[in-house]
């Protein structure tokens, strides 16, 4: 069992579903949505991102590896009886990519948790129709007292300049970041807690 897979029946909090509505709303911001555009979001976790979207977008295709996440994904949709998202086990680090092209692709506070960058934002890149969008909503570069000093798989978010370089490299143009939400976490036993940005990237496959 994953650590997700665990924290999955207590993820939506206030605090987190306040975390998805911001991202939603800079995502809105940024590119004029339809309800002809279809879209694929990864790492969904419980799909909060998605269905603060969904009613802006076409058909949404909502892919994690943890299947705790998936499962209580599967628990909202069917207690809302939405036909609009379906969830899949995917883990484009490993799995064979969907062999299906979309007009938006949109990933929230999981970048972090791949290892390999350059080959995730390939795989994004691969899964976008010409002229569609990315949106990564992630971390700024920070010391690591976000996951705290026993979590060490992680990339400690990311340098904007870098993260930028890397994308236009693979392909992508239009290249835009701004700061999305700022998130409240305590750090230590003290009670302390601290303020991380997370960034928003956009970029579009020419
Ligand atoms: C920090 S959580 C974010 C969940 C959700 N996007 C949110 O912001 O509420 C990271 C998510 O990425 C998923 N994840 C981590 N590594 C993954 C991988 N290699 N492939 C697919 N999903 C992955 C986890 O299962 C988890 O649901």
């Given at each position: 069992?994953?650590?997700?897979?665990?924290?999955?029946?207590?993820?939506?909090?206030?605090?987190?579903?306040?975390?998805?509505?911001?991202?939603?709303?800079?995502?809105?911001?940024?590119?004029?949505l339809s309800n002809e555009m279809t879209?694929?979001?990864?790492?969904?976790?419980?799909?909060?991102?998605?269905?603060?979207?969904?009613?802006?977008i076409g058909?949404?295709?909502?892919?994690?590896?943890?299947?705790?996440?998936?499962?209580?994904?599967?628990?909202?949709?069917?207690?809302?009886?939405?036909?609009?998202?379906?969830?899949?086990?995917?883990?484009?680090?490993?799995?064979?990519?969907?062999?299906?092209?979309?007009d938006?692709?949109?990933?929230?506070?999981?970048?972090?948790?791949?290892?390999?960058?350059?080959?995730?934002?390939?795989?994004?890149?691969?899964?976008?129709?010409?002229?569609?969008?990315?949106?990564?909503?992630?971390?700024?570069?920070?010391?690591?007292?976000?996951?705290?000093?026993?979590?060490?798989?992680?990339?400690?978010?990311?340098?904007?300049?870098?993260?930028?370089?890397?994308?236009?490299?693979?392909?992508?143009?239009?290249?835009?970041?701004?700061?999305?939400?700022?998130?409240?976490?305590?750090?230590?036993?003290?009670?302390?807690?601290?303020?991380?940005?997370?960034?928003?990237?956009?970029?579009?496959?020419?």
């Amino acid at each position: 069992m994953s650590r997700f897979d665990e924290e999955a029946k207590d993820w939506d909090t206030p605090e987190s579903q306040e975390r998805a509505r911001n991202i939603a709303k800079a995502i809105c911001s940024h590119v004029p949505l339809s309800n002809e555009m279809t879209a694929f979001e990864y790492g969904c976790g419980t799909g909060q991102l998605s269905f603060e979207l969904r009613n802006k977008i076409g058909p949404i295709t909502l892919a994690d590896s943890s299947t705790g996440m998936l499962e209580v994904l599967r628990d909202k949709i069917r207690s809302r009886s939405v036909d609009d998202m379906e969830p899949i086990s995917l883990d484009l680090t490993k799995d064979p990519i969907p062999n299906k092209q979309f007009d938006l692709v949109y990933t929230m506070m999981t970048l972090h948790h791949i290892p390999d960058t350059q080959l995730i934002l390939n795989q994004f890149y691969e899964l976008l129709n010409p002229g569609g969008y990315l949106f990564v909503a992630d971390l700024d570069k920070e010391d690591g007292s976000f996951h705290g000093q026993d979590v060490d798989d992680v990339h400690k978010g990311f340098d904007r300049k870098e993260l930028a370089s890397l994308t236009e490299k693979l392909g992508f143009t239009n290249i835009d970041f701004s700061t999305a939400y700022k998130m409240e976490r305590e750090i230590n036993d003290h009670g302390e807690s601290k303020l991380f940005p997370i960034f928003l990237m956009v970029a579009q496959k020419s």
